[in-house]
């Protein structure tokens, strides 16, 4: 896809493009300097139409036009993420006269007098989540 938009190479931008690049400028600042969008292939392309290109030229320190400035960043170390703390299991000592239907049935203890979990149950079961895999597990 060629673009649509050239450079105005009028005498006077040639003659200032002859009197820079003799001056030793590179190609990219030679075009900051002359302005108006020019881009550095532009001005090495024109170099080499006026057959400047294999002309031997004095090397001079490229003048900065702006100096950038960044702010410092303020780096911080590295965390690992922290993963959440298991909450301490709720024990619930409830007896059987105070077991409610959403209540685990899930015996405390060998002697009376007995309790039970009451943690909330699992959908088609009569103990909470633990309580089922154990149970499960145990027969």
């Known amino acids: 896809?060629?673009?649509?938009?050239?450079?105005?190479?009028?005498?006077?931008?040639?003659?200032?493009?002859?009197?820079?690049?003799?001056?030793?400028?590179?190609?990219?600042?030679?075009?900051?300097?002359?302005?108006?969008?020019l881009t550095r292939s532009a001005v090495i392309g024109k170099i080499h139409r006026l057959g400047m290109s294999g002309q031997r030229r004095p090397r001079v320190a490229p003048v900065r036009i702006y100096k950038r400035v960044r702010a410092p960043v303020a780096r911080r170390a590295y965390t690992p993420p922290v993963k959440p703390a298991r909450p301490p299991p709720r024990v619930f000592r409830l007896t059987l006269m105070d077991l409610l239907p959403?209540?685990?049935?899930?015996?405390?203890?060998?002697?009376?007098?007995?309790?039970?979990?009451?943690?909330?149950?699992?959908?088609?079961s009569s103990y909470c989540g633990p309580h089922t895999r154990l149970s499960v597990r145990a027969a």
């Open 102 to 124: 959403w209540h685990c049935r899930w015996p405390q203890g060998e002697r009376a007098p007995y309790t039970f979990c009451g943690e909330p149950r699992v959908e088609d």
């Open 1 to 37: 896809m060629r673009s649509t938009w050239t450079f105005d190479w009028t005498d006077a931008a040639v003659d200032r493009l002859r009197v820079l690049w003799s001056e030793g400028h590179t190609g990219s600042h030679v075009a900051t300097l002359m302005g108006g969008g």
